[in-house]
């Protein structure tokens, strides 16, 4: 434990490779934790922002007491108490919860990258992850979409006005919207797919000159899965977005695209060079669009998405977000092609 | 149970060459027996896909598990994998109940039939060392015990068979393709069929309420049970863990994981012929074949039957009779 | 959530005992409950105006009423919250009066009791969901089961109102019992003279159309669309051909049994039942022709005007679709010889059943209306005897536990003092004619001035008791009674002795029933919903009753009731598109596993397999077929299945509230 | 008229009181409930420590439903449904008698008395059938008492 | 190095309960060995080698409920006071429910959470070196090493445990340490380690805590040899043991490995069910549920295991790890590749206890022999790996 200084090595004689941190561990742990700074290149590209919940290497250093590193820590379990302020009806099965944390302080300390993604929940059914939508500048509320699946959902579609949820957030990593900086961006998204991006779409689109070209490509199967209208609506208007906004088939009054996302992305052409992709969106639909970013000759590390996993305790520990080494709920859920392409195919 | 006859090599080298056939004419995929396991105490499920390597395959009263147990939904590897396993007398009624329900494609079955003339309660004979016990032989009415140390003890195999072994009353395979060996003769009277239930029925109820909470304290919950239940069929969606409804929680505590036992047992009734599969997976010893064996029992009262016998019958708990016996009030 | 009590005092019903106030007040303490009120009268109008306008004006979205019984006021509430832009589903009742006010007297345990069901359904209305009803086309077309006078009067009266319908009849012609009978009571107008014309009608009908000598084989569907199985049996005559001119009967050298005639006559092999047979056309019976059962003769063939005879004909399967079905199989009379051994078994020649002494005293009967007595019918050189002393006895397979027919077939009483008068009309008033009886029930319309008619005017001699033996001495029927007004064992030399066999179900109801999904009783009747509320349907919807063979009738209920069914058909089918209750089964396709338990224990068939997408099958719940009875909820090991507003985990979290807290 | 139980006066009128034993009824809609509310209609007296749970038909009812009553704390439960032969939905009781005939056969091997469990079939006409089957089934649940210390 | 005669031990216990919870382990009415609170005059079992389970739940409880929480309804004054309505505000988005005006509390219940702490001072006594070290690899994952989040519940008790092991002097055939760099008489985790030898046992103390306990009166000093013999009983288990597989290149051997054929034929007998690590001392995944009933309830952590179906189901029915494969390879990988990946150790101490316990005795040696070698450099070219991926994923005739 931290306090040990006179532990004696393990009498099985051992200096693996495989096991850089073996022979520190071996010495006791408090030295071990020197070690990993170079280590786990686990973030290409991500960002964490306030590290408020997550813990740095600090926080632990050698001789430093597990209070005062809970202390620096707090709890990760526990939720920040929060009320649903608005609901706003996406589509028949999403909608939107807007909601604040009832200590105000907190409310007005709390910051995000986009792409993070929190912890909502209601103290009775449990927890669920969802993508931190609004907008990272709004001071006012936290937003999720929900889409009704499960119990957890359900629940949450319940909700009225004026209930309680617990909220913990942020969590995970953003997308690298700084390294971006100076590139075109191109999103690629899908149904609920949306929900992962919009907090992004909101960032670079209110810190416009920083970034070239910005197209917006999103579909659903009819005009009514469309999420955020209003957003689809500002998008269009806007003549510094080119906004494509497609529906599988035709119907009466549509006056947009047709068309499935890749196809449509397809068409548009958009030219790889200085280009970041960003995607998301039903699993299947991801698989065609990478391959026609393939084919428009995009590399992998030009091409984000963003990942769902079953998560409990998001915090990397409980075990099942992995894919391989990597957890979802800490190392993403944003990932480059480049990163994905490194780990076992456990989609 | 009468005396061994101490053929198991002779219906040991049948198994294998059965094995060795259905998998050389390309039958099965692969084949389902009996193995050595890690040390000579063990006898394992054993799967072989080569005609060459059959001779892995063993026949001995360790070979207790329930290979029907491999045909449950998902088991397969591949899902539509033509299956050649053996079945012992009881293995061979939990593939009855499987078939009366079409839960298993009788098509992409092949089954050896082993009669059988008992096994060995393995976990009461590994009970007579303190440390640990590596080798388990049988020869007639003795059972070999020898552990670590090489000590050895002889116990008798009347007294070391399993509980349902002793009072086994169909001993030879209910269906099968092949008999590996001849039927063993069938015990003309099995009087203390209930011996054991009839005991605990004799209790007062605080007494077994005592034990019962005594018993399911210890559950952790593994879910080896229903895992190595040949007729549990919710497989990946278990109920149990199921949250909505929630008949069970996960919180580990005697409440919960008899509430968790009552939910398989209620789920096997009419299917399950205590096999004592559960029972043997169950890592910290709970008595689970007792409570099957109740439930039989009742079984056999209401409704004079006993699962897992006929093919065409239907579970009893699909099915109803308007003159039922009981119920009228 | 936000969920709103509303508490009602019933006046003083619920109020007396319980503290409605009180209870409604905590009931703002639970758990997502923001809105609570007590109503002196909730199902009055201002009642249900003040759910409506909490309901608007602080935005409740689930609301439970504390009141009666939910079958007294669970759809007016329900109404009501619709009215007010709620889903009607999330809405639940607390039965505060039935099983608490009026059970309970005192003050504080009927307020604890109350204040506990309340949180009950505060509990399952948290777990409830919207539900919306279904909507299914419906097809307007109308099976009548039966071509008696129950599925004539039906058919009729629909066909009438416009709608196509079939008339499925057993035997090769329609007019059932009643076509049978000679005279009807308490009027003794002739039966065929009522009957005979409605059958023509219904041959007639542009919008009728009959399928004699056929049966169901198959019924599929739910209402508004069967799709049923119609087996025409071969009857070895081309109907399209035949013209029904009798020449074959005439021709044909084998006899055969008269099943019109009660087989107190015989017919031929190849034979049409009775002359106004609709539809009339020749049917062989195999099992006498010579040509079936020796190979040769053919006469038939040879005699027939029409070449309408074909010995190669098979059964032939008819597939037809319809919206609603009306049984009207009818019954089938008391096969007395197979219980009262202390009659004869029917080895007495002169003991007869009343159904056969009604085809002898029928003027198109086979003893032309003459009653004879049978053991000297048919013999050479002996002519035929009128009775001089007839005994009716009654209460034959009815009332008699002993052979398991414990109720009252209901006519029997009315059609012995019918034929009692008969007797003494057709062989004259001296004739003696006595009736055991148990009890005269005689409760229609000019029924008891009927009985005391043939007491009176016709000096019927009404005997009071049961005979207990019938035997054959010196060429009488020795009858051996007790009156028991009297109290006097009673002996009579009879020369006919004519049994008022009751009624009992037809042969073959209950398998009907299973094909149909309809329940029967234990005596093979078919079942009703409800003997009040619903007398006319069963509990599968769009199937429904007429006649006997929902219980003994005679024909004027018969009649009134095929008729009630009729404006019950047309009540279903007069929308294009049937509403199906929401509250059904429903499955979690994540969660299936296949194993098909629930399609094997549906009474209504409702489950069943679906291909998805990726070639896997699993269990579907057809929403217009599924009744909500929750089996194959109770069954599916994996709890996939889920009874829409009676779930599972609401039945659970209702124990759980109540105990726990 | 049988009278209210003895319990019923003078205690507590909370259902946790001393001597108090819960008691949860699952009847099935078309008999057993109209059953009782035609008891109440006729305002025949029940005993007060019973609580109904109105279900479409007895073949709704999992015998686990019950094992979790008991394990939720009830002392006893009864189930009611319509006669055999009569179920609204045909068949529904049939299956119902089965499962529950072993339920109830199974219950003293988990350490409970029989008087804690009864299945019976009331139908919507027999109200003083029902207020007697209920107040003896309650009758002999008091007598036992509150379960205590049990496994389930 | 002290010595604690035989006749002491009874005695250290009552002194070690004065003052805080002893786990040691014993025996239940069936004759099976648990770790379970010490009460004096209990019999404690040593001389089995190993308990049934790893004492891990004493720190990582199988169920723990971490948070409780209470509402409160403000009630049906506050809730008429509570103006709702008014009209919609025309800029979008159009919300379903009117938000309440400003300034205005719009919340109709009161929340209130708390969090469970329950960290007794504990001495676990009696468990084996590769139990202790069980405890030490998770302390890695839930003391954040490496930056990650830090596990107040299981960190607290970790605090408030005492571990005294005892060198194991005779493995068992199911044993392994030495193959996983520990040892019959390991120390990681351990605080003080006792030693039998004739008479008594040696006592080491490895840390502050175990120094402190040697504070205790009954122990004496080490006699002549004894320190020896002590040793002598090391070495001869430690040589007891044949280690069955070379760690080196595990990690590497997996990853290689990943959509290895061998994977299908390996995990035949598994029948996917928990006990491997229900027994494992150190197997951390874990489940999160709410428990409520009406108002108030509970949050609870309970142990959860990568064979289990549903650990990782998503609500839409997809499952990525659905095939029971991919599960048993999980697991695996997670102890020898992924885990040491993260933290720079192994998740497996060697107890061997997943082998002996395991219904079907899946054998984590033969998996870890089979599939921990790693290719060579020059050999397994792309392709084949691939081809192997496409074989192992359609299920086809292996």
């Known amino acids: ?347 | 149970m009468s005396p061994a006859n101490g053929n198991y090599e002779e219906v040991e080298q049948r198994i294998r060459e059965l094995a060795r056939t259905a998998l050389e004419e390309g039958r099965v995929d692969y084949f389902i027996g009996w193995t050595a396991g890690y040390n000579e105490s063990e006898v394992i499920p054993g799967f072989v896909r080569s005609a060459d390597r059959v001779d892995a395959l063993v026949w001995n009263p360790l070979a207790a598990y329930n290979l029907t147990a491999f045909l449950k939904r998902k088991m397969p590897d591949p899902p539509q994998a033509k299956i050649g396993l053996a079945v012992k007398g009881c293995d061979s009624r939990t593939l009855v109940s499987l078939l009366q329900e079409e839960l298993v494609d009788r098509e992409r079955l092949y089954v050896v039939g082993v009669p059988c003339e008992g096994i060995v309660n393995r976990r009461a004979v590994s009970k007579v060392f303190a440390n640990e016990v590596v080798k388990i032989e049988v020869e007639d009415d003795t059972i070999s015990v020898t552990n670590q140390d090489g000590e050895t003890k002889q116990l008798a195999r009347e007294e070391y068979l399993l509980d349902h072994c002793r009072s086994c009353k169909y001993p030879n395979p209910r269906y099968f393709d092949d008999l590996a060996g001849e039927a063993v003769t069938e015990p003309e009277d099995q009087a203390p069929m209930w011996r054991e239930i009839e005991e605990f029925e004799a209790l007062p109820e605080a007494e077994k309420d005592r034990l019962m909470a005594e018993a399911f304290e210890k559950c952790i919950r593994c879910y080896a049970c229903i895992n190595a239940c040949p007729v549990c069929y919710c497989w990946d969606n278990c109920v149990c863990r199921a949250r909505q409804p929630k008949l069970v929680s996960q919180k580990v505590n005697a409440q919960e994981n008899l509430m968790f036992q009552m939910v398989h047992m209620f789920h096997v009734a009419g299917r399950c012929p205590s096999c004592g599969n559960c029972d043997r997976a169950c890592p910290v010893e709970i008595p689970l074949y007792l409570l099957h064996r109740k439930m039989n029992k009742e079984l056999k009262e209401m409704l004079d039957f006993e699962p897992g016998i006929d093919l065409e019958q239907k579970p009893v708990f699909q099915t109803f009779d308007v003159n039922d016996p009981f119920g009228q009030h | ?661 | ?152 | 190095m002290k010595f604690l005669p035989q006749d002491q031990l009874e005695a250290f216990l009552a002194h070690l309960a004065e003052s805080a919870i002893v786990v040691a382990p014993q025996r239940d009415q069936d004759g099976v060995l648990f770790f379970q609170p010490w009460e004096a005059g209990a019999e404690v079992e040593f001389e089995q080698l190993l308990t049934r389970q790893s004492p891990k739940d004493y720190v990582f409880r199988q169920t723990e409920t971490y948070l409780k929480f209470g509402y409160q309804m403000k009630g049906k004054a506050a809730a008429e006071e509570e103006e709702v309505g008014g009209k919609k505000s025309k800029d979008e988005p159009a919300a379903e429910e009117a938000p309440p005006a400003e300034g205005e509390e719009p919340a109709h219940e009161v929340l209130q959470v708390e969090t469970v702490e329950d960290a007794p001072e504990q001495v676990i006594f009696g468990l084996r070196p590769c139990d202790a070290r069980g405890y030490y690899q998770m302390d890695q994952v839930f003391g954040g090493y490496g930056g990650f989040y830090y596990d107040p519940y299981y960190m607290a008790k970790r605090e408030a445990t005492t571990l005294v092991a005892l060198t194991c002097a005779q493995p068992w055939s199911t044993c392994f340490c030495t193959a996983v760099y520990g040892s019959p008489s390991g120390t990681d985790g351990v605080d003080l380690l006792l030693t039998g030898i004739e008479g008594g046992f040696t006592a080491e103390a490895l840390t502050e805590r175990g120094e402190n306990l040697l504070g205790f009166g009954g122990f004496a000093d080490v006699g002549t040899g004894q320190a020896d013999a002590a040793q002598t009983v090391k070495d001869e288990a430690f040589a007891a043991i044949d280690p069955p597989f070379e760690i080196e290149g595990v990690p590497q051997g997996l990853r290689d490995n990943f959509e290895d054929p061998a994977w299908h034929d390996l995990q035949m007998r598994c029948i996917s069910c928990g006990t491997c690590t229900y027994v494992c001392p150190n197997c951390y995944c874990f489940n999160i549920t709410d428990e409520m009933v009406e108002k108030s309830g509970e949050r609870v952590r309970t142990w959860d295991n990568c064979f289990n179906p549903g650990y990782t189901l998503e609500t839409s029915g997809h499952n990525p790890r659905e095939q029971k494969f991919a599960r048993f390879r999980n697991r695996f990988s997670h102890k020898f590749w992924y885990y040491p990946e993260k933290y720079d150790s192994l998740l497996c101490s060697g107890c061997g206890r997943c082998i002996r316990y395991c219904p079907t005795k899946i054998d984590l040696r033969e998996v870890i022999r089979t599939l921990g070698r790693p290719h060579a450099a020059e050999a397994a070219p792309a392709e084949d790996s691939e081809a192997a991926g496409v074989h192992a994923q359609t299920g086809e005739d292996l």
């Open chain 1, 1 to 347: 434990m931290a306090k040990n200084d006179k532990r004696k090595a393990a009498s099985s004689p051992a200096q693996a490779a495989d096991f850089p941190g073996r022979e520190a561990a071996a010495r006791g742990n408090g030295e071990a934790r020197k070690a990993p700074a170079a280590r786990n290149p686990v973030k290409t590209g991500g960002v964490q922002s306030d590290g408020r919940r997550r813990m740095t290497i600090d926080d632990i250093r050698p001789g430093a007491t597990i209070a005062a590193a809970r202390n620096a820590a707090g709890n990760p379990y526990l939720p920040e108490p929060a009320t649903v302020v608005e609901i706003v009806p996406e589509t028949h099965n999403i909608k939107s919860f807007r909601v604040r944390f009832d200590d105000e302080a907190v409310m007005e300390n709390f910051s995000f990258a986009p792409g993070q993604v929190g912890q909502l929940g209601i103290f009775g059914v449990g927890e669920s992850t969802f993508a931190i939508n609004s907008s990272p500048s709004t001071k006012e509320y936290l937003q999720f979409s929900v889409m009704r699946t499960g119990e957890v959902t359900t629940a949450l579609h319940n909700l009225s006005v004026g209930d309680k949820v617990g909220v913990r957030a942020p969590m995970g990593c953003g997308f690298p919207v700084d390294e971006w900086k100076g590139k075109k961006i191109l999103y690629v998204m899908g149904g609920i797919g949306s929900a992962a991006l919009r907090a992004t779409i909101h960032y670079t689109l209110e810190h416009r000159d920083d970034y070239e070209d910005v197209t917006i490509i999103y579909g659903a199967r009819s005009p009514e899965d469309l999420t955020y209208k209003y957003d689809i609506d500002d998008w269009v208007e806007r003549k510094d977005v080119n906004a494509v906004i497609t529906i599988d088939r035709e119907v009466p009054g549509w006056d947009k695209r047709v068309g499935f996302v890749p196809a449509v992305l397809e068409e548009e052409q958009p030219r790889p060079k200085d280009t970041i992709a960003i995607t998301c969106g039903p699993p299947i639909m991801i698989k065609f669009v990478l391959q026609s970013l393939e084919k428009l000759q995009f590399t992998d590390d030009q091409i984000y998405t963003t990942l769902e996993k079953r998560m409990k305790c998001g915090i990397g520990i409980c075990g099942r977000c992995n894919m391989g080494p990597r957890y979802v709920c800490v190392d993403g859920p944003v990932f480059s092609m480049t990163e994905l392409r490194e780990l076992p195919d456990e989609m």
């Open chain 3, 1 to 661: 959530m936000r969920i709103g009590v509303f508490v009602c005092h019933c006046g003083t019903n619920i109020a007396a005992t319980v503290d409605s106030e009180g209870i409604a007040a905590r009931a703002g303490e639970l758990k997502g409950v923001v809105h609570t009120e007590d109503i002196i009268y909730t199902c009055s109008e201002p009642g249900q105006h003040a759910i409506q306008q909490a309901i608007r004006e602080k935005n409740l979205d689930r609301v439970v009423v504390a009141a009666c019984s939910p079958h007294m006021h669970e759809v007016t509430f329900r109404r009501t919250v619709e009215g007010a832009g709620l889903n009607p589903y999330l809405f639940e009742m607390a039965n505060i009066r039935e099983h608490c006010s009026w059970i309970h007297p005192d003050k504080p345990e009927g307020s604890e009791k109350a204040y506990d069901l309340i949180k009950m359904a505060v509990a399952k209305v948290r777990d409830l969901e919207p539900l919306y009803a279904n909507e299914v086309e419906v097809n307007k077309d109308v099976l009548v089961i039966g071509g008696g006078v129950a599925g004539i009067q039906t058919a009729l009266d629909l066909a009438e109102a416009g709608l196509k319908v079939t008339v499925v009849e057993k035997e090769t012609t329609i007019g059932g019992t009643m076509a049978q009978l000679d005279k009807t009571f308490p009027t003794i107008d002739c039966s065929a003279c009522i009957l005979t014309p409605r059958m023509v009608d219904c041959s007639q009908h542009e919008n009728i159309e009959i399928m004699a000598y056929s049966e169901i084989d198959r019924v599929q569907g739910y209402v508004g669309n069967f799709t049923v199985d119609i087996r025409k049996k071969a009857s070895m005559v081309d109907w399209d051909k035949c013209i029904g001119c009798e020449l074959c009967q005439q021709k044909c050298p084998a006899k055969a049994p008269d099943a019109f005639n009660e087989g107190i006559a015989t017919t031929k092999a190849i034979y049409i039942p009775f002359p106004q047979a609709v539809p009339k056309k020749a049917a062989i019976q195999v099992d006498y022709c010579r040509w079936f059962q020796e190979g040769k003769c053919r006469v038939c063939e040879r005699v027939c005007p029409a070449d309408a005879i074909d010995y190669e004909q098979q059964d032939e399967f008819v597939q037809k679709e319809f919206g609603a079905i009306v049984v009207a199989t009818g019954q089938d009379v008391f096969p007395w010889e197979d219980y009262y051994h202390e009659y004869g078994s029917g080895r007495i020649p002169d003991v007869i059943s009343g159904l056969q002494y009604e085809r002898m005293l029928n003027a198109s009967g086979p003893t032309h209306g003459h009653v004879l007595r049978p053991s000297t019918m048919g013999q050479k050189d002996v002519e035929p005897e009128e009775p001089k002393t007839v005994v009716f006895i009654q209460c034959i397979g009815s009332r008699d536990e002993s052979v398991g027919r414990p109720y009252c077939s209901n006519v029997c009483c009315m059609y012995t003092a019918k034929q009692a008068i008969l007797t003494k009309d057709h062989v004259g008033m001296e004739t003696e004619v006595y009736v055991f009886y148990i009890d005269i029930r005689a409760f229609g319309k000019g029924y008891e001035e009927f009985v005391k008619r043939a007491q009176t005017e016709f000096a019927v001699k009404y005997v009071r008791g049961r005979v207990s033996k019938l035997y054959e001495e010196r060429g009488k029927v020795k009858v051996r009674g007790m009156d028991t007004l009297l109290g006097k064992q009673v002996e009579i030399d009879a020369d006919l002795v004519v049994l008022a066999s009751g009624i009992t179900a037809a042969d073959g109801a209950s398998e009907l029933a299973q094909r149909l999904n309809i329940s029967y009783d234990q005596y093979g009747f078919f079942k009703e919903s409800h003997p009040k509320l619903r007398p006319l349907e069963t509990n599968t919807a769009g199937i429904f009753l007429a006649g006997a063979c929902q219980a003994p009738k005679d024909i004027p209920t018969t009649v009134a009731q095929a008729s009630g069914t009729a404006a019950k058909v047309l009540g279903l089918l007069a929308k294009d598109k049937l509403k199906t209750s929401p509250m059904i089964a429903r499955v979690d396709q994540n969660r299936c596993v296949s194993c098909w338990k629930c399609i094997e224990v549906c009474p209504f068939s409702a489950p069943e397999k679906e291909e998805l997408r990726d070639g896997s099958y699993k269990s579907h719940i057809i929403e217009t077929v599924c009744q909500g009875c929750g089996i194959c909820v109770a069954t599916c090991p994996v709890n996939c299945i889920d009874l829409k507003g009676f779930g599972t985990q609401s039945v659970l979290d209702q124990i759980e509230e109540v105990l726990l807290t």
């Open chain 4, 1 to 152: 008229m049988a009278q209210a139980t003895e319990t019923a006066t003078g205690t507590t009128a909370s259902w946790d009181g001393e001597g108090r034993v819960k008691v949860v009824g699952i009847l099935c809609n078309w008999c057993s409930y109209a059953g009782a509310d035609g008891a109440g209609t006729a305002r025949l007296r029940q005993p007060f420590d019973f609580r109904i749970v109105r279900v479409p038909c007895t073949g709704r009812i999992d015998p686990l439903h019950i094992l979790k009553a008991f394990e939720k704390g009830a002392d006893g439960v009864l189930v009611s449904g319509c006669h055999p032969g009569d179920c609204h939905y045909a068949e529904g009781n049939y299956y119902a008698r089965r499962k529950l005939e072993l339920l109830e056969r199974m219950l003293p091997q988990l350490g409970f008395e029989p008087e804690r469990f009864k299945y019976t079939w009331v139908s919507a006409s027999e109200a003083q059938r029902w207020q007697q089957v209920v107040t003896e089934f309650i009758k002999g649940v008091e007598k036992l008492g509150p379960r205590e210390g049990r496994a389930l």
